[in-house]
Structure formats: C-alpha cells, structure tokens
C-alpha cells in the first residue's frame, strides 16, 4: 500500500482553488458567448423567431451550452475537493491544525503565520513537522482503513 504524503494531499488544496476558480471564469465566458448567440437566435424585434439563424449557429450555441455545463462540473469538483481538506485539517487538533489550516488554506507564508501565531520561525517549524506527522498519521490509517 503506497503511503499518502501530508504534504502532497495538502497541496491539492492550492490546485483545487485554482481550478475552481478556472473553471468559474470559464462558465462565465461560456454564458456570455451563448447570450451573445442568444441575440442572434431570436432575430431582431419585430421579425419571426429564428428568421435568418443557420443549424451552424444553432449548433454553436448547443456546444457552448454543453462546455459551460462542463466548467459548471469542473467548478463542482473542485469545491468538493476544497471541502474535503478543510474538514480534513479541521480535525487536527490545538496549534498543529491552526498551522496547517495557515499554511495550506490561507495561503499564508511561514513568518506570517509565526508572526500570527506569536511564534518564533523556528518554533512554527517544530509545529510544522509534528503537524505533518499527524495529517500523514491520519492519511494513512485512514487509507488502511479503507483498503
């Protein structure tokens, strides 16, 4: 059985806001493409609906729907990913769990979270290291368990 690194896991988290907010980004563009063909489809005022409108243009405005469906998904996922390691982290107990939370969620770089935590960088580095021990403790059993 391969062993989950803490680190490698934790890192998803900054891979995962990332890739949300793409993919948000992303629909939007998407939903202002299909509004701008929207126009197009119901003609101007005063003419029948889809007067002068082509299948081409009918099937563009399917597969723009369709990918920003998709980016709608990616988004999905990408949150459920975020969810899954903040409840992950905040069942790491006392400072160790602050830490991490800093670090991996906030984003934060190690002085500052010393400098929040009123800590010296090398003191967050002892907490650092015993807070990895204890996500990749939890991982793992977690991983054992599951096997």
Do not use: C
Request: negative net charge; charged residues 30%; without cysteine.
């Amino acid at each position: 059985m391969k062993m989950i690194k803490a680190t490698e896991y934790l890192e998803q988290y900054e891979y995962a806001l990332y890739a949300a907010n793409r993919a948000r980004a992303n629909y939007e563009l998407e939903t202002e493409r299909i509004d701008a063909i929207g126009s197009t489809l119901s003609g101007e005022p005063g003419m029948p609906h889809g007067t002068g409108v082509s299948r081409q243009t009918e099937n563009k405005a399917i597969k723009l729907a369709d990918r920003a469906q998709e980016w709608l998904d990616a988004e999905e996922q990408a949150q459920i990913k975020l969810e899954e390691i903040t409840e992950f982290l905040n069942r790491i107990p006392g400072i160790e769990g602050v830490v991490l939370y800093q670090r991996y969620v906030q984003l934060l770089g190690w002085k500052e979270i010393a400098d929040n935590l009123i800590y010296s960088e090398s003191g967050i580095f002892k907490v650092r290291e015993r807070a990895l021990a204890i996500a990749e403790r939890m991982l793992n059993n977690g991983a054992e368990e599951n096997a």
